[in-house]
């Protein structure tokens, strides 16, 4: 399986997520994960940590079948006429 680098940002209450940057070698890939709570409803940043190693553990298997792949650059602009 393909290592894995992840970095977590800022927990968003209204959203209840965090965005996750997963690193793989030269592919970068972005997206939130649900955050977890505890018995009292509130942020659990340890499970949450779980949570994203657990995603990143399916994201490491996309990135090594190719599913998940950095996007084409984008087109130069061409000059206008």
Same mark, same amino acid.
């Given at each position: 399986?393909?290592?894995?680098?992840?970095?977590? &940002?800022? !927990?968003?209450? *209204?959203?209840? =997520?965090?965005?996750?940057? !997963?690193?793989? &070698?030269?592919?970068?890939? #972005? #997206? *939130?994960? =649900?955050?977890? !709570?505890?018995? $009292?409803?509130?942020?659990?940043?340890? @499970?949450? @940590?779980?949570? /994203?190693?657990? /995603?990143?553990? &399916?994201? @490491?298997?996309?990135?090594?079948? &190719? /599913?998940?792949? =950095?996007?084409?650059?984008?087109? $130069?602009?061409?000059? $206008?006429?």
């Amino acid at each position: 399986m393909t290592d894995i680098e992840t970095s977590i &940002g800022q !927990f968003d209450a *209204d959203a209840r =997520n965090v965005p996750v940057i !997963f690193t793989s &070698g030269t592919v970068v890939h #972005r #997206r *939130d994960v =649900n955050a977890c !709570f505890d018995s $009292e409803g509130r942020y659990d940043i340890a @499970a949450t @940590a779980a949570r /994203v190693a657990d /995603v990143a553990r &399916g994201v @490491a298997i996309k990135i090594s079948l &190719g /599913v998940i792949v =950095n996007p084409p650059p984008a087109p $130069e602009p061409q000059p $206008e006429i």
